[in-house]
């Protein structure tokens, strides 16, 4: 029986940094883990330390880009916050309701409608290009293509100086990141303390075999950003 591959790569990862003061290189673990599991996914991974700029990545392919599926609602809600502070206005009641649904249930309603309110296709291109980031949006945007480095990148807007998000943006983001459903809480979060969170699952509609795609993505005890992208699981279960 497979073991449930999130878990344990974002664990792995937990235990054996607990208590350094900086990041140590979990490929190797990571590796072995895959080994142990006899998995069919494929899976890239990214570990980013925020003290010291460090990054390491892992993938088990020649595949280096995975759907993004719910983890895209970061980029959504990112780049409302910033044309909101542009235009120097403040989240409207609906706004904040549509932002809440996506982020801690990852409705997909309430993402389509900021979605279509940042402008849509060219509104995410537009946000990831602010931010140096080669994401083009597929026609669905839960089916647009990326790295878990780029989700990284996103992630790292939440606390990176030079950020186009202001503080205020950033503890807004980062604290309904940091209040996710029940359902919702799994993957990344698996051990740690404190973690700002967002996950996304789909079936992998490419792969026209049943497959799913299951990730996860968020920041560590405000210490390091993980991401964990897989597809090619037999079902949302195993991927979890």
Do not use: C
């Not at 990041?23 to 142990?36: D, M």
């Not at 939440?158 to 202001?166: E, F, I, M």
């Amino acid at each position: 029986m497979r073991k449930i591959l999130i878990i344990f790569l974002a664990s792995s990862f937990i235990v054996t940094s607990a208590n350094a003061s900086s990041i140590q290189n979990p490929t190797t673990s990571w590796k072995k883990i895959i080994k142990k599991t006899d998995t069919d996914a494929t899976v890239i991974a990214s570990i980013r330390d925020l003290s010291t700029g460090k990054t390491y990545t892992y993938r088990n392919s020649q595949t280096k880009k995975i759907m993004m599926a719910s983890t895209i609602k970061v980029s959504i809600l990112e780049a409302l916050m910033i044309q909101k502070q542009n235009a120097g206005e403040l989240l409207t009641a609906d706004e904040k309701e549509n932002a809440t649904q996506m982020i801690i249930n990852s409705d997909n309603d309430a993402a389509t409608v900021l979605w279509t309110e940042i402008g849509g296709d060219d509104g995410l291109n537009n946000f990831w290009q602010s931010i140096g980031v080669k994401i083009t949006q597929a026609t669905y945007f839960g089916e647009t293509m990326a790295t878990a480095s780029q989700q990284n990148k996103i992630l790292d807007q939440l606390y990176n100086t030079k950020s186009l998000l202001n503080t205020t943006s950033k503890a807004y983001i980062l604290s309904l990141m940091s209040h996710i459903s029940e359902t919702q809480d799994w993957g990344v979060s698996t051990g740690a303390k404190d973690v700002a969170l967002k996950n996304g699952w789909m079936t992998d509609y490419n792969a026209n075999n049943g497959t799913w795609i299951v990730n996860s993505s968020g920041i560590i005890d405000d210490k390091y950003i993980l991401t964990i992208y897989t597809t090619g699981n037999s079902d949302y279960q195993t991927g979890v």
